[in-house]
């Protein structure tokens, strides 16, 4: 059974920065898409990030410029790092593959930007 794990996450002050860790565990293969997403209380998931198998990313407006998305394909991981966090980017963050037209969620990160 595939399973993406997350890590990382928590509390943080405003301009302060986290870093997000997924990987996958239980496939054979290496997701062709790889990306974050994130959910606020009351909205719609929300596209943060993905990057394929290739490098190739694609960054939603929410927070370009202020996180950078990468991965390593020989371990099936996908990490988020975010900078200048605002009030704003408190969410339940997601980490999601994406393979053979099938798409994998792991279980939402917490993230809290308050002083």
């Known amino acids: 059974q595939v399973r993406l794990v997350q890590s990382g996450g928590g509390l943080v002050q405003p301009g302060g920065s986290l870093r997000l860790s997924c990987v996958a565990s239980?496939?054979?293969?290496?997701?062709?898409?790889m990306g974050w997403y994130r959910q606020a209380p009351g909205k719609q998931r929300n596209l943060v990030a993905t990057?394929?198998?290739?490098?190739?990313?694609f960054y939603g407006d929410s927070m370009k410029g202020r996180v950078t998305i990468s991965r390593e394909n020989a371990k099936n991981t996908v990490d988020l790092q975010m900078n200048n966090l605002k009030p704003e980017d408190a969410a339940v963050y997601y980490c999601?593959?994406?393979?053979?037209?099938?798409?994998?969620w792991g279980q939402g990160t917490q993230v809290t930007v308050s002083l």
């Open positions: 999601d593959g994406y393979h053979d037209e099938q798409e994998y």
């Open positions: 990057i394929d198998n290739n490098g190739r990313t």
């Open positions: 239980g496939s054979t293969f290496t997701f062709y898409k």
